[in-house]
């Protein structure tokens, strides 16, 4: 029996750009005479290939523009996640730059307490608990004199070291409390 030769249906849906189910299934609404059957394989004739392109229509080529669609889209998404990524790497550094900045206020912070706790810690001169003889007071009202203003001038430096370290205290606290409100921030939030 020779039948004239036919597409088969992986052929024609090949050809024509659309899903193998969707020839299989105008297939199958096909009368028998526009197709046949040889080896277990089907092939369709001309007529039924030409019946099979006109029901199909539109169809015809759309999944393959989809296709074209989506590898389009797919380095637009790569360049959104890259951009995403470099905003992230921004963040991460800002913190980074917040957390080294509260790492040097505590440094100084501890070190501006030791210097107050050694001055603290100082005991008065033993010139100064001794009563002078009548005839060295002139010269150690002097240099009583000097070491009270010697003395006034630590006192200045020390309450300004000491203002420092609380203007450094309250930045401390506010840099603590940023860092605090950025951690309680969920990974989504960033973007906000």
Do not use: C
Request: glycine residues 2%; negative net charge.
């Amino acid at each position: 029996m020779a039948e004239e030769q036919g597409k088969t249906l992986t052929q024609l849906a090949n050809e024509l750009g659309v899903s193998r189910d969707k020839v299989i299934y105008r297939y199958k609404k096909l009368p028998q005479d526009y197709y046949y059957k040889e080896n277990n394989t089907i092939y369709i004739k001309e007529v039924g290939v030409q019946q099979i392109i006109e029901e199909l229509g539109d169809d015809i080529g759309e999944e393959t523009s989809q296709e074209e669609l989506s590898t389009q889209t797919i380095p637009s998404i790569n360049e959104y996640l890259m951009e995403q990524l470099a905003k992230k790497d921004e963040q991460i550094e800002q913190l980074q730059k917040l957390i080294d900045q509260q790492q040097q206020l505590n440094a100084e912070d501890k070190k501006l307490i030791k210097e107050l706790h050694q001055y603290f810690a100082l005991e008065a001169p033993k010139e100064m608990t001794e009563t002078p003889e009548p005839e060295e007071t002139l010269a150690t009202d002097e240099e009583a004199e000097k070491k009270a203003a010697e003395a006034a001038e630590q006192l200045a430096k020390l309450e300004e070291q000491l203002k420092k370290a609380e203007e450094l205290n309250k930045e401390k606290e506010r840099l603590e409390s940023e860092l605090a409100a950025l951690k309680q921030k969920k990974w989504y939030q960033f973007w906000k």
